[in-house]
């Protein structure tokens, strides 16, 4: 229990530093291509194109926010082996609090009382979640969940391209959101995938789990960059939060036996829904201030 709840910090901070650093990266990138007068960069809708998505990941400080996220991606794969996805995910979705307040000093970004509030709405949820989590389930040997979940994977991700096409400039909810949801069964493909432990790498390449990994990781990066070219990164982040969080909790609990303690139950629920309406607060308000920052 306590390495798993030490990685999920891990992958906390990992995530929520290579957010920033990802964010300035694609807004400077951004701004040399329109100094340079450089066409491409959105398409008709607003939506960036994969062109100025890939100049954005190629610069050096994005390379950066990405080895934080590979750091974050380490702290989640251990820490969904160890420990309760409810919890687990929820430690995770704190990640929103380190991006708020580092994109004060680095991004500039300024956060009113309602953010504030709507942040320590989120730790007193994780706190809950904390005292409440009781011991891990296991994984499924169920050949339909191995398959289900890379088929829904590969469908959640060709899907999102084309609603955030469709949206363009006001997609960046709608691709957060979308690569939390893939992060989330990432986190469920590695609590069921065969051939860790023990090692076995015939297994591990042969289980539908294993590509799940990878392409979910993919996807979710790729569209969580999109995210942050189009909005706010804490509105971003938020959504992203509520993706990963809300469905790898409730397979926890309904398929894969993740319990809480005797008794607190309730406390779990709270705690839960608390951390989710937080996240969704901290993304609403992170629009509403980066409408209010142009329209300024």
């Known amino acids: 229990m306590l390495i798993g709840l030490i990685a999920a910090l891990l992958a906390c901070v990992g995530y929520g530093l290579g957010s920033v650093l990802q964010a300035y990266a694609a807004r400077r990138s951004a701004a040399v291509a329109l100094e340079h007068g450089v066409g491409g960069q959105v398409t008709e809708t607003g939506a960036p194109t994969v062109a100025s998505t890939v100049a954005a990941a190629l610069t050096v400080w994005f390379i950066v926010g990405s080895v934080l996220d590979v ?149 979710g990066f790729y569209l969580h960059t999109v995210a942050l070219q189009l909005g706010s990164v804490n509105g971003a982040t938020a959504a992203l939060v509520v993706g990963e969080t809300v469905i790898p909790g409730i397979v926890g609990v309904l398929v894969l036996g993740d319990t809480a303690r005797p008794g607190l139950e309730w406390l779990v629920g709270a705690g839960f829904v608390l951390a989710i309406g937080g996240a969704v607060a901290v993304a609403v308000f992170g629009n509403v201030s980066q409408l209010e920052t142009a329209d300024a």
């Open 71 to 219: 750091v974050g991606f380490a702290g989640n794969a251990v820490s969904a082996r160890l420990i309760p996805l409810f919890l687990s995910q929820t430690i995770m979705s704190a990640n929103l609090i380190v991006t708020a307040v580092l994109g004060i000093f680095i991004l500039g970004i300024r956060l009113h009382l309602r953010d504030w509030l709507a942040i320590c709405t989120v730790i007193l949820a994780l706190a809950a979640l904390g005292a409440a989590a009781g011991h891990e389930g296991g994984g499924s040997d169920n050949p339909v969940m191995h398959w289900g979940v890379l088929i829904g994977s590969v469908a959640l991700f060709a899907g999102s391209q084309l609603v955030v096409r469709r949206l363009g400039s006001r997609g960046a909810v709608a691709a957060g959101l979308a690569a939390g949801m893939l992060f989330g069964a990432l986190a469920i493909a590695v609590r069921i995938v065969h051939g860790i432990d023990p090692l076995d790498i015939s297994a591990l390449l042969a289980d539908p789990a294993a590509w799940t990994i990878a392409i979910a990781g993919i996807g």
